[in-house]
């Protein structure tokens, strides 16, 4: 079904897309690139390793409007203070041929008693980045604390924000190359998000990704 709507949102592209050369104007650009993928978030570095997870450099045509979601959605979750807020899908990319691998990527509030801390989850490894990094084949985590002037009263209650890498289908070894290439595509995302909640510091993550692994 996903393939199916993906399909149909391609040509329905293709067909703007004509009828905006028929008119004379010039034609938006197709999102199918790494670098036009996840709302823009992705830097040159995650884009490449975007492309090395999903063995592609075309790209389904991407949506746009993820990364202002994500925004209000966590902002509107902090307010609410609720135990379990849901998740906010910032987007998900696969390649343009016909296939079932896909990076979809998210993010929620958590709670400290969230943290996978020293439990080594089945398939993970700890890294050194934001309150806490963990990484795998098929998942990686990034959770970091935001003190912002748009949530209010975070400067004594901090909001803390999970990102949520996910790599349906995925046939990649356990590796450090591919560990790091899930962690640098969701650094770049997490780091799009601070900075759209205005979060000072940007909630401590550095301008690029910190893969330095953990002792397990």
């Known amino acids: 079904m996903r393939r ?24 938006e650009p197709e999102r199918v690139t790494a670098g036009r993928q996840c709302d823009d978030t992705l830097s040159p570095q995650a884009a490449g390793a975007l492309e090395r997870a999903l063995e592609t450099k ?12 994500v ?6 979750d902090y307010a609410k203070a609720e135990r379990r807020p849901p998740a906010h899908a910032l987007c998900e990319a696969s390649p343009s041929v016909a296939d079932v691998r896909e990076v979809a990527i998210g993010f929620r509030l958590y709670k400290d008693d969230e943290l996978l801390g020293g439990g080594h989850p089945s398939r993970l490894h700890p890294y050194d980045m934001g309150v ?11 959770f970091v604390r935001c003190v912002s002037p748009r949530l209010k009263g975070s400067d004594s209650r901090n909001a803390r924000i999970e990102g949520r890498l996910i790599h349906f289908w995925s046939k990649l070894p356990d590796t450090a190359p591919i560990r790091e290439a899930h962690l640098t595509i969701l650094h770049s995302a997490t780091l799009a998000v601070v900075r759209k909640l205005g979060c000072e510091d940007d909630a401590g993550l550095a301008e690029k990704p910190v893969l330095k692994p953990l002792p397990e």
């Open 58 to 69: 075309r790209f389904w045509p991407a949506a746009s409007g993820g990364l202002d979601g």
């Open 71 to 76: 925004a209000e959605g966590l902002a509107a």
């Open 132 to 142: 806490e990094a963990h990484a795998g084949p098929e998942k990686a985590y990034l």
């Open 4 to 27: 199916m709507l993906k399909s149909a949102a391609s040509g329905l592209a293709v067909c703007l897309l004509a009828t905006a050369c028929a008119d004379g104007e010039k034609p």
